[in-house]
């Protein structure tokens, strides 16, 4: 196996431990066993425990964005959001731990796994940002702030639906944080597109 090729298949089984427990439980010693390698490996790949911890959150957030590519074939502005939220919902649906793990790394003390969840959430937001004259928003200052607090708002009330999903359907979480994007577009100086 190529070392990179190695590099990842670590990466992938930390990101499969940390779907069923808390990051900070995901261990070298665990990772070695289900790899088959040596602890001494490992370190040949990653510097640290919190090395090997950043790496599966930036493998994360990589995922993630993947997964929710907006649809530009599409001629609706709300259709590409709709698309892109429902990919997003359940990518979290399927890796929820991993993903809670994730989003809370963004409160760390650590700037490094800070960045890691920042740079995740950078890239939401210009793609919102991105799309936004379709809602007829002006792309200002006032507006990626708003997008932002958006972005978090959606992040949220996910992970809060995934830990009582009895509160609404998956329907309604959609039709919830779909609609609540162009409010803020409304607020902020935009209009509400056509549906």
Known sequence: MSPEARRDQLIALGMAMVDEKPLDQVTIDAIAEVAGVSRALLFHYFASKQDFHLAILRAQGEQLIACTTPDDS????????????????????????????????????????????????????DRVLEHAPAFGLEVTPRARVAVSGWVTFVEEVTISWLTDPDVMTRDELLDLICNSLPAIALSVGGALPER
Not at 81 to 102: N, Q
């Open 74 to 125: 599409l001629d609706d502005p709300i259709a590409i959001l709709t698309s892109s939220l429902s990919a997003f919902v359940d990518y979290v649906s399927e890796h929820g731990g991993a993903y809670t793990a994730f989003l809370r790394g963004s409160s760390s003390a650590d700037p490094a796994v800070r960045e890691a969840a920042d740079a995740t959430r950078s890239v939401m937001v």
